[in-house]
């Protein structure tokens, strides 16, 4: 049975992808770079980093008032995040989106996951400490995101200077510990006080159960310059909880899709077309169904 399942989830991201996979193969013999080794990882791109350096000053100088202002009002809604890219100039936001559609990065981002991508949108994400707050709820529990039916990218790059003891890391389980087809499920899940969080988030102490997990958990974020490209519809993740008060975590997370096909809540049509909103909700419930449960 499980080999079917397998055999139904592998065709499915193939087909899917399967047009994207054949245009960077007709794009690929006009590029002259290669992919590294460190799929995830790239340290890359100076114009980013120059740019992400204003972006930083933009917030914690010019702007920190408006931030601290952002935090409080938060904070008494019971969150502990805020999208904050509305607030950026307009100067640096046509920046970074000329950088971030740029063909050349693009191409390059592509090649790590041998299919054309192209970008779809970007944002700006504020973290803070909330002490009214469990530090295991939602995504700051292992998860996987369910925006997409295959091929969708993140890359993620924090703006400004986090520690290890000040928390604000971004923490995944690479691909090759618990693969795409697979999916883990809590034997104990009392602890969980909210109800959406039991069926598809894992608690940290239930996923390190999970042979090989322990040693390859991946934590990002310690150096400014670095960005993280994966996927998130299939990569186990979770981040954004801050150990203390007064830290705050400023991260860019920029949205690549597959260059055909585009089954995702990031799709503009995605709210608009019904037939779009219910295929895409569809086909990802089959895709999750395919999976098979790991034991622990
Ligand atoms: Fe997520």
């Known amino acids: 049975m499980s080999l079917i399942k397998y055999t139904l989830f592998k065709l499915l991201r193939y087909v899917y992808l399967l047009p994207s996979i054949i245009l960077l193969l007709w794009v690929k013999k006009q ?4 992919t590294k080794s460190k799929k995830f990882l790239i340290e890359y ?14 917030y914690l100088k010019n702007s920190i008032e408006e931030i601290g202002g952002i935090i409080s009002k938060k904070r008494n809604e019971l969150l502990y995040s805020s999208e904050i890219h509305n607030i950026l100039s307009s100067d640096l936001d046509n920046k970074l989106l000329k950088v971030l559609k740029n063909d050349e990065f693009c191409n390059y981002l592509s090649l790590f996951f041998g299919y054309k991508l192209k970008f779809n949108s970007y944002l700006i994400r504020l ?18 995101d369910n925006d997409s039916f295959f091929g969708q990218i993140k890359l ?12 604000g890391l971004f923490s995944f389980i690479p691909q090759n510990t618990i693969k795409d087809y697979e ?3 809590n034997t104990n899940d009392d602890q969980l006080v909210n109800k959406n969080d039991r069926g598809s988030r894992i608690l940290n102490s239930e996923m390190i159960k999970v042979k090989g997990v322990r040693e390859s ?26 150990q203390k008060d007064k830290n705050i975590r ?16 990031y799709n503009y049509l995605y709210k608009k ?5 219910h295929l895409k909700n569809f086909l990802t419930g089959i895709k999750n169904r395919l999976r098979t449960q790991i034991k622990i």
Request: aromatic residues 16%; charged residues 20%.
């Open 31 to 34: 590029l002259n770079f290669q």
């Open 45 to 58: 791109n100076s114009e980013l980093n120059l740019i992400l350096n204003q972006v930083e000053k933009y």
């Open 127 to 144: 973290n803070f400490y909330n002490s009214k707050l469990k530090e295991e709820e939602g995504p700051k529990m292992w998860h996987r």
């Open 156 to 167: 993620f790059s924090v703006i400004n200077d986090l520690k290890t003891e000040t928390g």
């Open 183 to 185: 999916y883990v499920k």
């Open 217 to 242: 958990i991946i934590n990002f974020g310690l150096n400014k310059n670095q960005y993280l490209a994966i996927d998130t519809n299939d990569t186990y993740h979770k981040g954004g909880y801050l």
């Open 250 to 265: 400023i991260l860019l997370q920029v949205i690549y899709e597959p260059y055909f096909n585009s089954l995702s809540n």
């Open 273 to 277: 077309n019904i037939l779009i909103y």
